[in-house]
């Protein structure tokens, strides 16, 4: 069974760009979360999806957005970036509340 | 305010000694507990997880970790490490509020030949 994947694995971005960051979770898996991961700043929720919904939000500016598709996969976008959103963008699933999450292996995304 | 505290930033071993790393966390009820490992430039691997039930809880990876409501811990060890156990750890925790998945600031394993 395939696990949590990303894409793309690297991402180089121009400050004021935007970026866009894909996730599929495991099969079955409606619940989709996204951390973002910057140097000596350890793992900081950003949004939490599930069956299409946006259920939890954490402490970043609005140009940080998301959705969930149908099919539960998800993306995550960031509008006007800046050179401190360089970071790895990690996506996690899992099969409902109060389960274990199941981590992929990332997108390093650096803005320049 | 719901937190998650890893005291220990960095910690060196022998390989074959034992580790123990430390996780405390500030929540109103107990909440669902966890230890995921990170190698460098990885995504975060499952180690072991506490819902409810035996306080001492096996993993993978010779992992195991022991609840203690009393002390608000939950602490990951390793009775004999090996220089693969090298990486960073974080503990882990979903509130019963807001099912938000909140970690630690993690600790750095150096295993040492």
């Known amino acids: 069974e395939a696990g949590v994947t990303q894409s793309p694995t690297h991402l180089i971005k121009t400050r004021g760009q935007q970026a866009t960051l894909r996730c599929s979770p495991i099969s079955g898996h409606t619940s989709v979360y996204w951390y973002q991961q910057a140097l000596g700043l350890g793992l900081q929720f950003l949004l939490w999806?599930?069956?299409?919904?946006?259920?939890n939000r954490g402490n970043f500016p609005p140009r940080f957005s998301g959705r969930q598709f149908p099919n539960y996969s998800s993306e995550l976008n960031v509008n006007a970036l800046e050179l401190e959103d360089s970071a790895l963008y990690l996506c996690?699933?899992?099969?409902?509340?109060?389960?274990?999450?199941?981590f992929g292996q990332g997108t390093r995304l650096t803005v320049v | 305010a719901q937190s998650v505290t890893q005291p220990d930033i960095h910690i060196t071993v022998s390989e074959g000694a034992s580790l123990e790393l430390r996780c405390n966390y500030s929540y109103g009820a107990t909440p669902y507990l966890f230890w995921y490992v990170q190698s460098p430039g990885q995504g975060l691997q499952l180690l072991l997880k506490?819902?409810?039930?035996?306080?001492l809880v096996q993993g993978i990876k010779g992992f195991e970790a022991e609840f203690k409501r009393s002390q608000s811990s939950f602490n990951l060890r390793k009775p004999s490490v090996h220089w693969s156990d090298a990486a960073e750890y974080f503990c882990a925790v979903v509130s019963s509020n807001d099912y938000k998945l909140s970690f630690g600031a993690g600790t750095t394993v150096t295993v040492r030949a």
């Open positions: 996690a699933s899992s099969l409902e509340l109060n389960t274990e999450a199941f």
């Open positions: 999806y599930d069956e299409g919904e946006e259920r």
């Open positions: 506490y819902f409810s039930g035996d306080t």
